[in-house]
Each structure stands twice: as C-alpha cells, then as structure tokens.
DNA sequence: CTGTTAGCGCTTTCAA
DNA sequence: TTGAAAGCGCTAACAG
C-alpha cells in the first residue's frame, strides 16, 4: 500500500498523488478530489519515513524534559504536543531523569531521528551537546537560560514580577518579617529567583535579614527541612515564599508538625501552580507560571525558525500570575 | 554526512558501515573497529528514516493515553520510555484528551509514521480503530478491554484481589457498613471493579447495602458528590472504598466540609495510588496498581509479537498491592 | 496543470 | 567476510 497504488486508482502520476497529499495549488480541484477518493478508498496513509527522506524534513521536533512525574512538565507536555499537532508536527518526548549521561542519550536520540527543532526543558545541559545541535542547524529553544547564544531562542519568564506580586500580597496583608526557601544554587532558575527576592523585599522597603533566606532542592523533603530551621529561630517569620510548589508542600508539612496553623500562625506562598497546589489543605497561595504558555512559545520558536530558515534565535517572555488560594492571610496579632 | 562518507573514511564498504551498525556477527573485528572510529571522529548519527524505509521497520512504538495531566499517566509513560530505550526503539506518545475525534488522529499518526506496535492505554476506542491496525499486522496492547481478540495483548489487572485486600483490611479494622464509590459504568475497568467490591462484601460475610454503592466519574468532583449523599444518609457507613483516588481525596473533602474526622469518624481507601496520595492529610490508604509494571508488560508485549512475527495476543495479570498509610482507622466506637 | 525521473540514506539480497 | 546494486516510498526538479 503506496503511493503508486492511489496513483493508479485515481489514474494520475505519484507526483500527482504528493502534490494533493502536500497541498499544493497546481492541481485541479477535480483532481484532487479524485486523488483524495482513492486515499481514502484504499485507506492509505502516507509513510513519514519516505517523506523525511525524500523532503529533508522530518517534521519531527524534540522535547527534552527533566521528569514526566515531576508536575511541573504534564501540562507542558501536553500543550507542546497539541499545538504541534496544530500545525501537522510530531513530537518526540525524552526525559533526561537528570542524569548527564542520560541527557547525552536523549540529545543521541533526537540526531538520530532527525528532529526539525528541540525544546531543552531542563536546565542541565552541556556545551558540547549543544555544539551537537548547532552544527546541524538545528533551533533549539530554552527556558531560563542564562545566555542566549548561537542563535538559541529561549523563554524567558520574568521572575522579578512574579515575586514581587507574591511580596506585594504579603506586605498589604501586613508582613514584614519574610522568609525565603530557594531553590538548589546550581540551578539558574533557582538562582534568579532568589535573586528577584532580594530585590523585590529591598523594592518594597523591608528590612532583609539573610537568616530568612534558606536554601532547599526544589522537592519537598527540601522545603520541609528550611522550614524546620526557619522555625528553629528565636524570631521566626510570619509569612514563606517558596522557589517552588513542592518546596513549598514540604513547608507546610513542617509547620503543622510544629502544631502551627496555616495561615493562622504562618502564610506561605508557592511559585509554579502545579496541580496537586489546589488540592493541599488549605490550598496553596501562589504565583503560577503558564506551562501552556511556555509550550506555546517554545513550539513556535522553533518552528518559525525551522520554516524561515533563520540562523539566530530570540527572546520570548512570559508574565506569571499571582493565584490567591488560602495559604495566605493577615499577619498574626501582636507578631512583626 | 552519512554512511557513505563513514564507508570511505574506514575504507569499507556501505554494506559493511551497515552491518557494524546493527551488530551484525559477520564482521571482522578489526573491520568493526575501524568503522566504529570512522563513525566517532565524523560524529556520524545514522538516518533512522532511511533505516526505516530501508528496513521495513521503524523502531517506534506508539503509546496512545487519555490525558499526561492525568496523575495515572506519567509514571506509565516514563517507564514506557525507559524499557523502550533500553530495547533501542523510539516511543510516539498520544494523549487522546478523552475526545473520540481526537483518538482517530492518534490512530492516524501513528499509522503515518509506521510503528511497529501501540499500547493502548484508555478506554475508549471504536472498533473500526482497532481493526485499521489488525489489517496492517500491528500488535496492540490494551490496558483492562473486555474481550481478548484479534491477536491482541491484554494487561489484566486483577482488581478482584486489590479490592478484596481494601475489604479485608476494613473488616480486620472492624468496619461492617463499607460503601463503594465507583467509577463512571461506561468505563469497562470502573464496572470490574464495582463488581469485584460486591463480590467482595459477599464472601467476607458482610452485608451489602445496595444504598452504599454511589457511582462517581473517576474524578475529584465526583468522589466529592458521591461522598455528600453517603453523610446524607440516616445510617452512614463507617468506611469508603473508592474506585480510584482523585475519587477519593473528593470524597474526603466532602467529609471535612461536615465536620467530621478521617480516620476518626470514616475511614477512606482509595484505588492506583497516584503520587498525590502520598501527599494528602491524613496521606491516603490505598490500593496501588504499579504503572511501571503496566508498562514494561505492554511494551515486552508489543516487542515480543512484533519481534516474532506472532499473530496471536496474550493476556498479562498484573497484581495490585495494599498501601495502607493514614485515611483508615478502627470502626469509631458505638458505631456499626 | 501533470508526468517523468533522479535522488534521499540505509538495508539486504546476491556474488565474489 | 566483504562489496555491488537494487530497492524502500516519497519529493522535487525538470520537461512538457
């Protein structure tokens, strides 16, 4: 079942049987319709294998994730591959489990199969598997890289107004002494986001006081143990923002241990939105961050720069949103 | 870059670049090894299109699910990834977003690109579906579909013995009035399940009040309904066994709204065990189907009849185990 | 607007 | 054990 057997059927060449198959405009309706009637008679579905050949494009693109169950990535996963397949694309998933060697094996796969373009989720990535892609022309998109680079797009989420919306609830809700639990320092996000906090408590007028500012992993044993030391303090905080939803699921755990209330004793605040955030008691405050969006963006990066040929990628921001569930609430009576 | 070029830079032929590649046994060492250079130092990543197109077989195995976002799903594709990996095939992933549409365009894109078997991992799909892949010789492996047929693979989880381990474990707590919040009756797993929980209540004894049995939709909001008419009821169960767990964590929300304690006052059990459940309060007890498990199944099965040839289908059972954690309890005193 | 035909890069007989 | 060469199914000039 080929493309020479429609071509027989509808009594036209395969070049014919293409043209209709690619939508071109140099076939007559008429034709077309009859080629149309003989694919669908013969149930035949052209093979992407022989059109990646002969076309040079595999319409194939990457993309490279940390972790499917970390929560973070589903709902990435999921958009990425809509609006790819939108656009007539395949998507080629591969998660690095965050091990180099396994990231090596991903960026293998991907040459491999001859992606048009790969989406690198994660933040780990060498130099040379990127030479890898580059030298083949082929666009690569990242989230929060630190330098855009060899015509590299990449997304860039504006931590410093996410956090800042997240310091600005806090400060009108009467917060002062505001404690931090970042992400691993080995992590550019991470690191920016701690950054942004900085900035923002200093933006707001508060008195920054490091003690305040732990350092968790992004998972939630991480957060639950920067809370038990946060609550270890003579002066302990009245509110938490966290790197991250599941840093900050670990906090929580840590201050009901302690026999504390949420938000009675202490507010807290996440950053992310990931699902199981709306289902915690009391359901988590925090600033979200649309993986939709970041999936979006990434797939027409790549695309755009795959279609036009372009040899230097851009910068593409995205705007979190602060989501006010019932983790937060007035600072405690008679606290600071 | 391709084989040609490796072929003159060791000197060899295509055909032999070729059988290195594949590991063929009727190579020279020597020979391998200096194709094995030439392939390094060129950097050289074989075509797999044309290795398809050549070959007839395309390494690829699609895995069509209903939803990533689904808790249920990211373990199964992750493990899905790693066993195919490790076997040297590529996974396609489809999510069908429980759209019947949407699943004739899985179907479709997977027929396109030419894999060589499909897990099929939701529940719903037409016939006609089914057949578009027996008539090209493609191995299918279902997850829990009613009859075994046309040569095609089956996981069969055995939900009699993980409903009878919920049961059991209730009954040792003293527990008597258990009821059952199912799944939605047009979901062929749903339906065995709710059967095996009847069967179940009869040969521990007890008695099955036909009142107790609810029927959800597999999601947070039903659990949440169903739970609310159960407290409606004059004499209340003490104990609830839900067909899955968003299920059940729906249910236990309805439980707090009242007022009322779990374990203290209704003990909760739910079905998968999906990582939210860890993270609920109390942390949830329940019945955990191993979705690594699932996938390795399907995927040996898929991998096993394509590599044979075999035109039949197996059946694989899969055993659920019991996690007991925080949601059950003793039968409240004074209660039946 | 349609047909002819030479590849695309690899696999796989068939000979040697 | 190795090489030559004929496909695999489609695309894309080129010619008409």
Redesign the interface.
């Known amino acids: 079942m080929n493309i020479k057997e429609v071509a027989k059927l509808a009594k036209v060449s395969t070049a014919t049987v293409s043209r209709t198959i690619n939508g071109s405009d140099k076939v007559t309706p008429e034709t077309a319709e009859r080629v149309r009637r003989a694919i669908e008679t013969l ?1 035949f ?6 059109r ?2 002969g076309s040079g494009r ?1 319409s194939l693109y990457g993309l490279i994730i940390s ?3 970390n ?1 973070f ?3 990435l ?2 958009s990425f ?1 809509d609006i790819a ?1 939108q656009h007539g694309q ?6 690095t489990n965050y091990d180099p060697h396994r990231m090596e ?1 991903c960026v ?2 991907m ?4 992606v048009d373009g790969v989406a690198i989720m994660t933040s780990e990535i060498a130099e040379h598997l990127i030479d ?1 892609f580059h030298n083949r022309r082929i666009p690569l998109a990242f989230l929060d890289t630190a330098v855009p680079q060899k015509g590299i797009s990449n997304i860039l989420v504006d931590y410093a107004s996410g956090v800042d919306a997240a310091v600005g609830h806090l400060t009108s809700l009467g917060h002062k002494a505001i404690a931090f639990i970042a992400g691993p320092m080995s992590l550019e996000s991470a690191r920016i986001r701690k950054r942004a906090f900085i900035q923002s408590m200093k933006r707001n007028g508060l008195h920054l006081d490091l003690q305040l500012i732990e350092e968790g992993n992004h998972r ?1 044993d991480g957060g639950h143990e920067g809370m038990a030391r946060l609550l270890d303090l003579k002066s302990r905080p009245t509110a938490v923002i966290a790197s991250n939803d599941l840093t900050a ?1 670990g906090a929580m755990g840590a201050i ?1 241990e302690r026999g504390l209330e949420i938000p009675g004793d202490i507010s807290i605040i996440g950053f992310d939105d990931i ?2 955030s709306a ?3 009391p359901a988590l405050t925090t600033v979200r961050l649309s993986r939709q969006e970041i999936a979006k963006m990434a797939f027409r990066a790549l695309y755009n720069t795959y279609q036009s040929g372009a040899v230097k990628g851009a910068e593409y921001p995205i705007q979190p949103t602060l989501i006010v569930r019932k983790s937060t609430g007035p600072r405690p009576a008679g606290k600071h």
């Open positions: 149930k579905y052209p093979n992407t294998n022989a990646a050949l595999s972790d499917i169950t929560p990535f589903p709902e996963v999921k591959e397949v395949e998507v080629l998933i591969a998660n094996l293998s796969r040459l491999q199969r001859k890898e939630t699921i009901f699902e199981l289902f915690t008691r």
